[in-house]
Structure formats: C-alpha cells, structure tokens
C-alpha cells in the first residue's frame, strides 16, 4: 500500500480552507430599509352624540288659550286691603244705642246710608226684625238694592259686604265659634267699628 507524505503546502492550503470559508456576495443593490407598514384600518367606530347646548333645551310650555266652559279664576280676596277697626266700648245694656250712634257718626261724616252694614253676633238689631216681617224675598232685596243701611245677625245665610261695617257684640248662640263669627265681622268692610265688650273682642280676635 503506497502512502502520499503530507507536505507542509498541503497542510496550510486544508487549513486554510478550512478556516476561511468562501461567502458568496448577493448580486445587485442591498435593499434600504424602508417605513414600516401601520395598523390596518379597523371597522368605523360610531360618532357619539353630542349634548345639546342650553340654548336649544325646550323652555316651559307657553299657557295656551282657556277651554271653552272653564271656570273663571275668581278675585283675589288676599291682596284686599287691611280693614281699619275701631272699637268702642259698651255694656249688654246699651249696645244697641251705641251701634246707632256710630250709624248715625258715619252719615253726618257724609257715607252713604248704601253703604252701610250693620251685623249683630247674638240677637237680631230691632230694625232687623222690622224689615223681616215684610218676607225674607222683600228683605234681601233691600240689600241687593244697596239704597239704605241694612241690618242682619251672624252667621248670615249668605256673603255680606259693605264699605262700613258696624258690629254689635250683643253676646252668642249656645255653642257658636265666637271668633270665628267675630273674623268674618271684621272682614266685611274696609272700616269695621266694633261695638261691645273690648277686651273680649280683642282676646277672641287678637286686634290692638
């Protein structure tokens, strides 16, 4: 068997081969690198909605026209003004006198006898009673007709109200609301002169 020597040229030429492996170039330009792609659009996302501005917020609905047959808002009897009161003594005995004094006092100060109510808290005044014995139709109609000074008795069977009022505290039925019978007096005129018993008026009413 024949041997081929191994030459120092052999050697270095494996060896270097070996070591130095042969690359081979890429033919043509190098590519640059360039921007990178973006997301991919997505789906549209929805607009959302934008609050309307004071300016176009509905204001309070305007009242419109009142219905045929509705019922017409009555006077305000609250803004009416506060009725001047005076109150003059007097005794059970001469209530009655001292009412017409102060009738009287009113007619020479020049009030019409028209506009003038004279309301009694217990029994009728005697000229009450005069006027009913011509029928409660005829004794009404003398103050629907507002011509002379008319007298009734608390609590009346309907609204009264005159310019000048006189109250005669001549007592209470049996179980009547007293104050309340004296409040309705003093709001029946826009003067109110009380006749009676002072310090019981003003401890039932509260005037001064």
Known sequence: MTV???????????????????VPRPSGAVPKPGPRPGPKPGPPKPAVPRQA???AKPGPAKPGPPKPGAAKPGPDLSASPT?????????????????DDAVDALLEAGTEPGAILVLTTG???????????????????????????????????RPLR????????????EGADAGRILTAALTAGASVTVCGDVERVRALTGVA
Not at 4 to 22: C, I, R
């Open 83 to 99: 009725p001047r009161v005076t109150l003059i003594p007097a005794t059970a005995d001469n209530v009655f006198d001292v009412a």
């Open 123 to 157: 029994g009728p005044h005697p000229w009450q009673q005069h006027e009913e014995t011509f029928g409660a139709a005829q004794y009404w109609r003398q103050y629907d007709e507002g011509k002379d000074v008319f007298y009734a008795s608390l609590p009346a069977s």
């Open 4 to 22: 081929n020597p191994v030459t120092a040229e052999n050697t270095a030429d494996t060896t270097s081969a070996a070591e130095t492996p042969s």
């Open 162 to 173: 005159r310019s000048a009022v006189v109250v005669v505290v001549n007592g209470f039925a």
């Open 53 to 55: 501005s004071a300016a």
